[in-house]
């Protein structure tokens, strides 16, 4: 069956960096666009980026914009998001979401249990 699992979360300074990962499992990785959303205490979910099956393509909101990279590796069936820049407000649980197909914004029809990012001084 699916299964995405996440890590990479935990506490880091206003300015830091964290680096999320997410394994996949269940499916063929290299045919799905990924995604990782976030939900902060008290507000609804929000999407933050999302990258082609093949990694040619890569979306972010505009709130994480130049601060935040999405990648994969294919061959590990990983994708990952690159936190640099982080602000108190990127304090949320992120979740890595399975697209329905090739190219974001085609849905998405799994989650992970999510990992919780704290930014704090």
């Known amino acids: 069956q699916v299964q995405l699992v996440e890590s990479g979360g935990g506490l880091a300074q206003p300015g830091g960096s964290l680096r999320l990962s997410c394994a996949a499992s269940?499916?063929?990785?290299?045919?799905?666009?990924m995604s990782w959303a976030r939900q902060a205490p008290g507000k609804g979910l929000e999407w933050v980026s999302g990258?082609?099956?093949?990694?040619?393509?890569?979306y972010y909101a505009d709130s994480v914009k130049g601060r935040f990279t999405i990648s994969r590796d294919n061959a590990k069936n990983t994708v990952y998001l690159q936190m640099n820049s982080l602000k108190p407000e990127d304090t949320a649980l992120y979740y890595c979401?399975?697209?329905?197909?090739?190219?974001?914004?085609?849905?998405?029809?799994?989650w992970g249990q999510g990992t919780q990012v704290t930014v704090s001084s």
């Open positions: 979401a399975k697209g329905e197909g090739l190219r974001v914004g085609e849905g998405y029809d799994y």
């Open positions: 269940g499916f063929t990785f290299s045919s799905y666009a």
């Open positions: 990258i082609y099956s093949d990694g040619s393509d890569t």
